[in-house]
């Protein structure tokens, strides 16, 4: 017996060590060069102001934003003030991609440590499937690249459910304080993750064969103490920082939207691009693997509804599950701030379909994964620009939704500008990106400076050309994997 006991917890121990290697390995080529995105400039400077808060006792500092983001704020703090005391360094142009690169490399320790943990919920088969299909899909594994928030949103909400799951299976009290503890943690990443907290209260409540009542008491402890141990902020102000999350997230999240090239039409920050956006997109960014998980989860309601109406036979842990997202869904639909990688969320249950239905369709997901591997090499590293192949070519895509560069390939363009056109004065719409690794006093806001102290104006994909810059003409476009990022205009 306690042979047994040691070989399952060595193989459970193989298991998880063999996915987080793996997961880690494949994101490490170009690893904090691909891509500048300038919220990622924005977490830089709020991680600093975090830590600065925690080690001068100004707890009110460790309020980062309204996400609120505290968790991604200890990923890249903690290794950020290492990496000074080892080096010495601070940040400046000279300094940015060190730093890039440290943190985002803990931020894949982080998701490769969460990717296996939920492997380790499911059978042998099962979580090798799982973590399988979510490495081999390009949508999930380039944001997962990315310092921001929306991947490990999607980790901690499916691991609290996962826990749920396991408590109905095991019906231990463990499981009810991890189901809570990360789902706080995604409640701590970004404050959408409240949606799940009454369901999951109910959730448990339904399916829970006795103690209801001391079980939901178990999660709710869980769920409190969790934010309010690891948000230091809510040691001096509670009320004042909790309201002050649900007052920016509305205003901002949901009352306030995002510029987007929709259908041949453009929508500013104050308008909505509609409930269609989000089903294109989806055709757009998700791989016809996740497309054709969609289809088998849809079939699946059909027969349940067709032949399981009971109110029995309705109360378990799958359609508890499906309901669940369908809300989340709701939210982001209702929400005028629409945005690509909010769909991130609902890809890890459908991970999980296809791994438990792999036996059914064999052919069909292999020949599928097959299809991602290749978009995984022909995208590399830049994967956070992938299309569907079902869209054929670039500019179908864009037709459909304008794209964004979100800062992808900035520091190869910085080299290219560099090699081709000296180190020139740089005209953006959005400085902060190309900013931190260039001498700043040469990169200006083109809706606010002269064109007489421009040299160059990069524009990104579907930008304009404000009309006071009459003295530039489009030189050329730099292209990174067939797809025209930026036009370089100069002057003529």
Not at 12 to 33: E, K, P, Q
Not at 42 to 53: L, P, S, T
Request: a positive charge; charged letters at 15%; hydrophobic letters at 45%.
């Amino acid at each position: 017996m306690k042979n047994k006991l040691l070989n399952s917890l060595n193989n459970r121990l193989v298991l998880f060590l063999t996915i987080f290697i793996f997961s880690v390995v494949i994101r490490l080529y170009y690893l904090g060069y691909e891509s500048i995105n300038p919220d990622a400039v924005n977490w830089h400077y709020r991680c600093q102001q975090f830590a600065n808060g925690i080690k001068y006792l100004q707890f009110e500092k460790t309020y980062p934003h309204y996400h609120p983001g505290v968790t991604l704020c200890y990923t890249m703090s903690v290794p950020t003030e290492i990496y000074k005391q080892i080096t010495g360094q601070i940040y400046n142009s000279n300094t940015y991609l060190n730093f890039n690169f440290v943190n985002s490399l803990s931020l894949i320790f982080v998701v490769s440590f969460l990717i296996s943990l939920i492997a380790l919920q499911f059978s042998l088969r099962e979580g090798v499937l799982f973590s399988l299909i979510l490495n081999l899909e390009p949508f999930f594994f380039g944001n997962s690249k990315l310092i921001h928030l929306d991947t490990l949103l999607s980790l901690f909400i499916f691991l609290s459910l996962i826990f749920i799951k396991n408590y109905l299976n095991s019906n231990s009290k463990k499981d009810l304080i991890y189901s809570g503890l990360f789902l706080a943690l995604g409640f701590l990443t970004k404050s959408v993750a409240i949606v799940f907290f009454p369901f999951s209260l109910i959730g448990i409540y339904l399916l829970s064969k006795s103690s209801k009542l001391k079980n939901v008491s178990v999660y709710l402890a869980s769920f409190i103490l969790t934010v309010f141990i690891l948000f230091p902020a809510m040691w001096v102000a509670p009320v004042q920082t909790i309201t002050r999350i649900f007052k920016e997230a509305d205003r901002v999240g949901v009352r306030t939207g995002h510029s987007e090239f929709f259908l041949g039409e453009y929508y500013d920050d104050t308008s909505d691009p509609g409930l269609l956006f989000y089903p294109v997109d989806a055709l757009i960014k998700y791989s016809p693997l996740i497309i054709f998980g969609i289809f088998l989860i849809a079939v699946c309601i059909f027969k349940f509804i067709q032949n399981n109406l009971s109110f029995k036979k309705f109360l378990n842990f799958e359609v508890f599950l499906l309901l669940i997202y369908f809300v989340y869904l709701f939210v982001i639909f209702y929400s005028d701030k629409k945005v690509d990688r909010y769909l991130l969320v609902l890809l890890p249950p459908i991970f999980y379909f296809l791994a438990h239905n792999f036996s059914k369709h064999v052919k069909t997901i292999l020949a599928l994964l097959v299809v991602n591997f290749i978009s995984m090499v022909y995208f590399s590293p830049f994967q956070f620009l992938y299309f569907s192949p079902i869209l054929m070519n670039y500019t179908n895509v864009n037709n459909l939704v304008g794209q964004k560069s979100f800062g992808m390939g900035m520091y190869d363009l910085r080299e290219y500008l560099k090699t081709n056109y000296g180190e020139k004065h740089l005209g953006f719409y959005d400085i902060k990106p190309m900013e931190t690794i260039y001498p700043n006093s040469k990169v200006h806001d083109i809706r606010e400076t002269s064109q007489s102290k421009v040299d160059i104006v990069i524009l990104s994909v579907n930008e304009v050309m404000p009309e006071k810059y009459t003295q530039f003409t489009k030189k050329e476009s730099f292209v990174i994997k067939g797809i025209p990022l930026y036009d370089i205009y100069t002057k003529n």
